[in-house]
């Protein structure tokens, strides 16, 4: 990660106390297209809920230079032990002005056994409310491609984009 930052692919923010990191936002760049992956955001359990995980995200999405920021979240519409902390987290996205690309059935790229989980996919910097599915599905290829050399992106985005219509909606 620190040789893809230094090449410029990966941008970090952090925070520090006492020389402890106790807060981080990674966010990758594709080259393929004007798109970015919030690749990860937290901040340590006892530092929630002071506006520090708001601050860092401020922080990294101010140099994002007109490319939209791709956001992945668990799904809350499934039950789950977690479902409760699923919502408060898209609603975290929501308050920072995440959009929920409405219907699309996004699929976390990684390996692994089993069906991957039930994922949303949110985008902070589409102003429109309608977006073309083929638009969304270039997103798709170029981040999942970049950001995730070794899945089939092809594959992917075809199952996540076939069953659809031509637009892709997002919430208001």
């Not at 699929?107 to 910097?125: E, K, Q, R, T, Y």
């Not at 950001?147 to 996540?160: F, N, Q």
């Amino acid at each position: 990660m620190t040789d893809l930052a230094r090449r410029g692919r990966y941008r970090l923010h952090g925070a520090w106390s006492e020389g402890v990191l106790i807060a981080a936002a990674v966010i990758f760049d594709c080259a393929g297209a004007a798109v970015s992956l919030l690749d990860y955001l937290f901040s340590r359990q006892d530092q929630r809920g002071a506006g520090l995980g708001a601050a860092l995200f401020g922080a990294a999405i101010t140099d994002l230079s007109g490319r939209r920021l791709l956001v992945e979240v668990d799904s809350d519409r499934e039950a789950s032990a977690d479902r409760e902390i699923r919502r408060r987290r898209k609603n975290f996205y929501r308050r920072l002005g995440c959009r929920e690309l409405v219907g699309l059935p996004y699929i976390l790229p990684l390996p692994g056994a089993g069906d991957p989980p039930l994922m949303d996919l949110m985008v902070l910097g589409e102003t429109r409310d309608v977006v073309a599915t083929r638009e969304v599905g270039d997103w798709l290829l170029a981040m999942i491609g970049e950001a995730y050399p070794d899945a089939p992106a092809e594959i992917l985005v075809t199952r996540m984009t076939e069953n659809l219509g031509p637009s892709i909606r997002l919430e208001p």
